[in-house]
């Protein structure tokens, strides 16, 4: 009997907000994307081992050799003034990188008037799956662009972050 590896998930919560607010003039071509600060963005990545949940304060993770990578990307956006839009990821040496769409999530929504008895609404979203087969050290990198409500671009930067995947135990 073959099992999957248990999937490492990685959420990575880009500050919007003060990242617009660092630039004097925002990166707007796409073709130059501005490098993404690490201050500006936070990873929490969980470890299917121990179910221990970690907020990394660097941006590297390690997860095993032959594990699956999921990972997500959003913005502090509490009332969705910007939206995060990642593609066109790349690693160095290749990794085996897939988008994953989710269509018709169901989100559970409050109701004050009866909160044991909420409402719900269909969402699509995304994350990218990352197959981390061989043992090594690899340089990821995405182009980022954070929109406007009505999908306009603000800004362009590039996010990079290191993976390491280890031999297994």
């Excluded at 607010?21 to 990545?45: G, I, M």
């Excluded at 066109?88 to 769409?101: F, G, N, Q, T």
């Excluded at 169901?106 to 044991?116: E, G, I, M, N, W």
């Excluded at 929109?147 to 972050?161: M, S, V, Y």
């Amino acid at each position: 009997m073959i099992t999957e590896n248990p999937a490492h998930h990685a959420l990575i919560i880009v500050d919007t907000q003060g990242l617009l607010a660092a630039f004097e003039q925002l990166p707007n071509d796409p073709a130059s994307p501005a490098e993404l600060n690490p201050r500006h963005f936070y990873t929490l990545h969980s470890r299917p081992a121990t179910g221990e949940t970690l907020l990394l304060d660097t941006p590297e993770l390690v997860v095993a050799a032959g594990d699956t990578l999921l990972l997500h990307m959003t913005p502090v956006a509490l009332l969705g003034e910007e939206m995060l839009f990642s593609h066109s990821p790349a690693s160095e040496p290749p990794l085996d990188i897939e988008l994953i769409e989710q269509r018709n999530l169901r989100l559970a929504l409050p109701d004050a008037s009866a909160p044991l008895q909420p409402a719900s609404r269909e969402v699509d979203t995304y994350h990218w799956r990352i197959r981390c087969d061989q043992p090594g050290e690899f340089k990821l990198a995405w182009q980022l662009m954070v929109l406007a409500q009505d999908c306009e671009p603000l800004a362009h930067f590039n996010l990079r972050l290191a993976l390491r995947t280890n031999g297994r135990p």
